[in-house]
């Protein structure tokens, strides 16, 4: 049972690290490469990376100016210390399923790697603009207090990308856009962990 438990926290603690290293690459490039909403295509025009910066909450909503941004910053490293110590509460039952394990490792990830932009990246970058990069470790110092920090979100898939003809219903001529919503590794880890959870382990988590 020991060496069970020893090597799903092993699995876990490898998942953990490889999200986050990835999450946090892919930003600190972005992030003193790109100017803000600068884009270039990937694949075609479906898949770009667009820099924009997350301002607060979900799809770059405000909370209240910097008080709810500090409020919401606490809240997300508060309940991201409740996930950890779920996951390890569990770890210790051997009934435990490992997909439930590796989906809330996901949620926890990727909570984790959004904090840390709002924790440091203000003290560590300087302002992003449309027409300069970041620099990191400015020697006039960053751009905002600890946990003030803005967001930093790339992946972009507008999968969908037309006008629609003048004969379509209350829209015709405007520009459609599927899936216009611009989100990061960390953003991408909390919502494949909960969908799994809640599509493959809801019956785990009702017995509890």
């Not at 295509?41 to 979900?58: I, P, R």
Request: glycine residues 10%.
């Amino acid at each position: 049972m020991g060496k069970d438990k020893k090597s799903r926290g092993k699995i876990l603690a490898l998942i953990i690290s490889c999200v986050l290293i990835l999450d946090q690459v892919s930003k600190i490039w972005i992030k003193t490469h790109f100017t803000l909403s600068q884009s270039v295509n990937v694949l075609g025009s479906w898949f770009q990376l667009c820099f924009v910066e997350n301002e607060g909450m979900a799809f770059g909503m405000m909370l209240g100016g910097n008080g709810g941004k500090l409020i919401l910053s606490i809240f997300r490293v508060v309940l991201s210390i409740f996930i950890m110590w779920y996951i390890c509460r569990l770890l210790k039952k051997p009934e435990t399923p490992m997909g439930a394990l590796i989906g809330l490792s996901l949620v926890f990830v990727g909570a984790v790697g959004n904090i840390i932009d709002s924790a440091f990246y203000g003290l560590i970058f300087s302002e992003s603009g449309l027409t300069q990069v970041a620099a990191l470790f400015p020697p006039e110092g960053g751009y905002a207090p600890f946990l003030h920090g803005k967001v930093v979100d790339m992946l972009y898939f507008p999968l969908i990308d037309t006008v629609l003809p003048d004969s379509f219903p209350f829209l015709g001529g405007k520009r459609f856009i599927f899936f216009r919503f611009i989100f990061n590794v960390a953003d991408s880890a909390i919502t494949c962990g909960a969908i799994y959870l809640l599509l493959f382990q809801y019956k785990f988590f009702t017995k509890k």
